[in-house]
């Protein structure tokens, strides 16, 4: 049973810094592409990051460019979120969610073309 268990949100100031974990169990995801989304409350569910299993390339959205960093640690099969210098309208619900193969980089932040997800976690910045 393939399971996606996020953690690591919680309630910080704008500018703090959280680290998001997914732990992914269940199956081999090394031809996957792991992604992070987030959904705040009256709005879609929106992509955040991906990164490559087996070649660890990374996509960002432009929101959370140069502010988030995605990194993966295969001996744990975890995927990280950093994020830095955070924002108000950083607040939502993040979500882990698994890409099967084969994928193209230009649908990356299309919710539907992954078929795994987690519960998702809290983050919250306040001004």
């Known amino acids: 049973q393939v399971q996606l268990g996020e953690s690591g949100g919680g309630l910080v100031q704008a500018g703090d810094s959280l680290r998001l974990s997914c732990a992914a169990s269940g199956r081999t995801f090394i031809n996957y592409v792991m992604g992070w989304f987030r959904q705040a409350p009256g709005k879609e569910r929106e992509f955040v990051a991906a990164?490559?299993?087996?070649?660890?390339?990374?996509y960002y959205a432009g929101a959370v460019k140069g502010r988030f960093t995605i990194s993966r640690d295969s001996a744990k099969n975890t995927v990280y979120l950093q994020m830095n210098s955070l924002k108000p309208e950083d607040t939502a619900r993040y979500y882990c969610?698994?890409?099967?193969?084969?994928?193209?980089?230009?649908?990356?932040?299309?919710?539907?073309?992954?078929?795994?997800w987690g519960q998702g976690t809290q983050v919250t910045v306040s001004s």
């Open positions: 969610a698994a890409h099967p193969p084969p994928y193209y980089t230009g649908r990356l932040d299309i919710a539907t073309e992954y078929n795994y």
């Open positions: 990164i490559s299993w087996s070649s660890s390339s990374t």
